[in-house]
């Protein structure tokens, strides 16, 4: 189950990345195909089709974190791929991404998932990894195009303390 937060700035997400640095626990690349065919991810030297489920299953909800109110929107669906034994089609639309995943701690109940890619001589949307500056890299930046939290259906429960003490630690190094 993914967790979106529907009104969290990208931006101010990317401006606050250097937070998290300590809980990074895994970091790969991938390359997404978009086709006729649909959605391929290539990571590592294996290649994977996108299924779409076939009902979308979603669900909004408030939660509200000292003075800020933020919309969840909890994705029910689980994402499946199916590996790729044949090619790829000829014409598609790549695009290169950098998956970063976050845990507080081995036994989180969740995970923070950030995707985004590099781009030159951007001056926005900057975060050095090593350094912890607002600066470009070899004239590169981060840029956040997405992110979301991940648990188990069973884990997710707003009326867990421990539940809401994470998620809430989260939003407080985000923002």
Same mark, same amino acid.
Request: aromatic share 12%; glycine share 2%.
């Given at each position: @189950?993914?967790?979106? %937060?529907?009104? @969290?700035d990208?931006?101010?997400?990317s ?9 990074? =626990?895994?970091?790969?690349? %991938? ?5 006729? @065919? ?12 996108l ?5 979308e ?24 791929? #199916?590996? =790729?034994?044949?090619? %790829?089609?000829?014409? !598609?639309?790549?695009? &290169? ?20 890619? !590099? ?13 912890? &500056?607002?600066? #470009? ?6 840029v ?24 809430? @630690? ?6």
């Amino acid at each position: @189950m993914k967790i979106h %937060i529907k009104n @969290m700035d990208l931006d101010n997400l990317s401006n606050n990345l250097f937070n998290l640095e300590k809980y990074l =626990v895994k970091e790969n690349e %991938i390359i997404e195909l978009s086709s006729d @065919m649909g959605i391929f991810i290539i990571q590592n030297t294996h290649c994977f089709l996108l299924q779409n489920p076939e009902k979308e299953q979603q669900k909004n909800i408030n939660h509200k974190y000292g003075k800020n109110e933020y919309e969840l929107l909890l994705d029910l669906n689980d994402e499946i791929t #199916t590996k =790729v034994q044949s090619q %790829i089609p000829c014409q !598609y639309i790549s695009n &290169k991404k950098t998956i970063m995943n976050y845990k507080l701690s081995k036994k989180s109940l969740f995970t923070l998932v950030i995707k985004g890619k !590099y781009e030159k001589n951007i001056n926005t949307n900057t975060f050095l990894k090593k350094d912890k &500056k607002f600066a #470009t890299q070899f004239g590169r930046t981060f840029v956040v195009t997405d992110f979301y939290f991940e648990c188990s259906e069973t884990d997710f429960q707003l009326e867990n303390p421990f539940f809401v003490d994470e998620f809430n @630690m989260f939003l407080s190094l985000l923002n």
